[in-house]
């Protein structure tokens, strides 16, 4: 029986009341529910996730209510990769090398001379300050709505160079499952991430599920602009927000309203976040993703320039987290390798 079957099934019984669900019993044919993670690895991470979801939806002490079923996942290395660069920044990048025909001036000015000449070294040392600045060249002085279809182009014509895909071919299967799962389960899925929410915005319903409204992220200002009759929100050149490390707490307050009980991330950057949802009273879950495939993806942790795993994963044990061991605990990592 299908998890969106069942859930018809027990919402029809509920309707019918108590004698129409015995009549509506003796016909209803008996099957096992099917796995909600087959590309998950049986043991001890796939038992402690469908235990946790299991006994929050059902009736018991730990049983939560649907309206209180909040489950919030960082994006870049939990849902896709990240290696060996954000995939944003790629975006941005691909940008400013577009862009530069009609900027000479950046072929002698760091960070964009690094940009056009592949120098990531470059571009990593001229820090927040210069990535600010690219962020700024690259999206600011155009409405939102041709920022979002410069993304979606993007997204379909741009190649990541590992596997010659769109970068969007390289979110991980056994994560797709689980935000499937929980949804058939009647928990809301919000993604909360570091990266730029116009950048995810205009692509996340399609690739998992979620829509524009469920996607919290860094953002930059913006303004409200009235041209006769025609109205639009112009991207400016300012950081408004960043959805990152301890702003992911209050990112979640302020865009969500409801502290959520089961997180995921796979970075120091997610730490106050599964801190805020784990910390409390009743059932909660954290979940780290360990990056520990070099094979089918990447292999790395504390000393990463790119979603570095260190404190987080030390306070895990502590905390209770569950600690997503990614070769031995997914099949598959990818939906194109089915």
Do not use: C
């Not at 950048?199 to 524009?212: K, L, N």
């Not at 790395?300 to 990614?326: F, H, I, N, Q, T």
């Amino acid at each position: 029986m299908s998890l969106a079957f069942a859930r018809l099934t027990r919402r029809t019984l509920i309707r019918l009341g108590m004698a129409g669900a015995l009549a509506f019993a003796i016909v209803l044919p008996v099957a096992a529910e099917d796995d909600p993670l087959p590309s998950w690895n049986d043991g001890a991470a796939k038992t402690a996730i469908v235990d946790f979801v299991t006994r929050t939806t059902t009736a018991g002490p730990d049983f939560i209510a649907v309206g209180d079923r909040i489950a919030t996942f960082d994006n870049d290395g939990t849902l896709w990769s990240e290696k060996p660069f954000y995939f944003q920044g790629v975006f941005v990048m691909d940008r400013i090398k577009a862009m530069a025909k009609d900027h000479p001036e950046w072929k002698d000015t760091l960070p964009f001379k690094g940009v056009l000449e592949n120098d990531m070294k470059a571009v990593v040392a001229s820090g927040h300050k210069g990535l600010g600045e690219l962020l700024a060249a690259s999206s600011s002085g155009m409405s939102v709505e041709d920022f979002a279809a410069q993304v979606v182009e993007w997204t379909k014509t741009a190649r990541e160079p590992r596997y010659n895909r769109p970068y969007t071919d390289l979110v991980f299967q056994p994560m797709l499952e689980l935000l499937a799962y929980l949804r058939a389960r009647d928990y809301q899925t919000f993604i909360v991430s570091g990266g730029g929410v116009e950048f995810m915005r205009p692509w996340t319903e399609g690739v998992y599920g979620i829509p524009p409204n469920q996607v919290v992220g860094s953002s930059g200002k913006t303004e409200f602009k009235l041209d006769g009759d025609k109205v639009s929100i112009q991207k400016l050149p300012a950081v408004e927000f960043v959805d990152d490390g301890p702003g992911k707490p209050v990112g979640i307050n302020r865009f969500i309203g409801k502290r959520p009980v089961f997180a995921a991330g796979n970075s120091d950057g997610d730490l106050e976040m599964l801190q805020w949802t784990t910390l409390n009273s009743g059932p909660r879950f954290g979940m780290i993703v360990h990056h520990t495939d070099a094979a089918r993806e990447w292999a790395y942790d504390r000393d990463s320039d790119v979603g570095k795993l260190d404190k987080a994963l030390d306070e895990a044990p502590k905390r209770g987290w569950l600690v997503v061991d990614m070769k031995n605990d997914w099949k598959t990592i990818y939906p194109f390798e089915k």
